[in-house]
């Protein structure tokens, strides 16, 4: 439980470069982060094939938030965020957690594992595209490359699914919506005003989701209720420890100590890392267009985490 997540308690966030050099506990986080929500995602598709998906979701996060509050007891982190915060910090939870993970783990059971990744990291285009648009972010031409990049990469991994999927318009309408919400999510979770740490937000937006969830399991999913396989529990380990317990805290700090377009394009190997893995573990077909795609996403990190000459010169 030695990772520090805990970020600045401050409100006065350093105006940075739109290139920025990640230090090394960045660079390591980003990494773990990578392997754990890229391989979660064949994970989550064995663990809600079979089994109701916001059952699924609400099991793993009763089981993974305390696992998050303990690790901010080992850190000394407090707990209480002052009541005039609560509003704000409800809004983040909505727009980072309550569509995110109730609208994706429904898509996961309808789509392939691979192209529930892609869809769902479409997040990056959206937030790029919010933040210049929306919120007045200025990027540098680097950065609009990345976003092409990433654009047209997740349109190869697409390019043998449009008449699978146009079979199923509800998986990649639910996916697409949870990329978008998420996307206006870490906008609004970079710009916070809430002079606490990151993982203390964390733990309350896990925790009014695990609420949320667990309402809407009862509501929709309780007549198809049944015990879990030892395959779906398997599952439900894996994200409650590692994806509620690590990666959720990971990508917070991330996502508010870095650049919006440079936290958001920093994760694009994982949709790829889910196309990968869910071929190797449940034999979904690859194509040269996914190869493709891993250049090009590859390409899209580079733009934005590869430091400029001043950036450079400076470290």
């Known amino acids: 439980m030695g990772w520090d997540f805990r970020g600045a308690a401050s409100n006065n966030w350093p105006k940075m470069p739109a290139m920025h050099k990640l230090s090394t506990r960045q660079w390591t986080v980003l990494v773990l982060l990578t392997l754990v929500w890229g391989i979660n995602w064949p994970i989550m598709k064995i663990g ?36 005039k915060h609560w509003r704000e910090l409800l809004t983040l939870a909505t727009f980072n957690m ?15 594992s691979g192209r529930a990744a892609i869809l769902g990291y479409t997040m990056p285009i959206f937030s790029a595209v919010l ?16 976003v092409a990049a990433a654009s047209l990469g997740v349109v190869l991994l697409l390019w043998h699914e449009i008449s699978n999927l146009s079979g ?28 606490v740490p990151t ?62 377009v440079a936290s958001t394009l920093s994760v694009m190997m994982i949709p790829v890392l889910g196309v990968f893995s869910g071929a190797l573990w449940l ?5 040269w267009q996914d190869w493709a795609a891993v250049g090009l996403m590859l390409v899209a990190i580079a733009a934005v985490l590869w430091p400029s000459r001043a950036v450079a010169s400076e470290a």
């Open 98 to 112: 309550f569509f995110w993970h109730g609208l994706i783990i429904v898509a996961v059971q309808s789509l392939s």
């Open 283 to 287: 034999g979904e077909v690859l194509h």
């Open 48 to 83: 809600v094939t079979g089994f109701p998906p916001l059952t699924f979701r609400s099991i793993c996060m009763w089981l993974g938030t305390p696992v998050l509050g303990l690790v901010l007891l080992v850190q000394g982190v407090p707990f209480r965020i002052e009541r």
């Open 199 to 260: 993982l203390t937000i964390s733990f309350w937006m896990a925790t009014l989701t695990t609420v949320v969830m667990t309402v809407l399991a009862l509501w929709l999913e309780r007549d198809a209720w049944h015990a879990p396989s030892g395959r779906t529990w398997g599952a439900i380990g894996f994200n409650a420890v590692l994806v509620f317990g690590f990666a959720q805290a990971a990508w917070f700090y991330l996502a508010r100590s870095l650049p919006p």
């Open 131 to 146: 933040g210049a648009l929306v919120f007045g972010d200025r990027l540098a031409k680097r950065a609009w490359g990345g």
């Open 168 to 195: 199923k318009p509800m998986g990649v309408l639910l996916a697409l919506g949870a990329a978008s919400t998420w996307a206006l999510g870490t906008q609004l979770l970079r710009r916070t005003r809430m002079p």
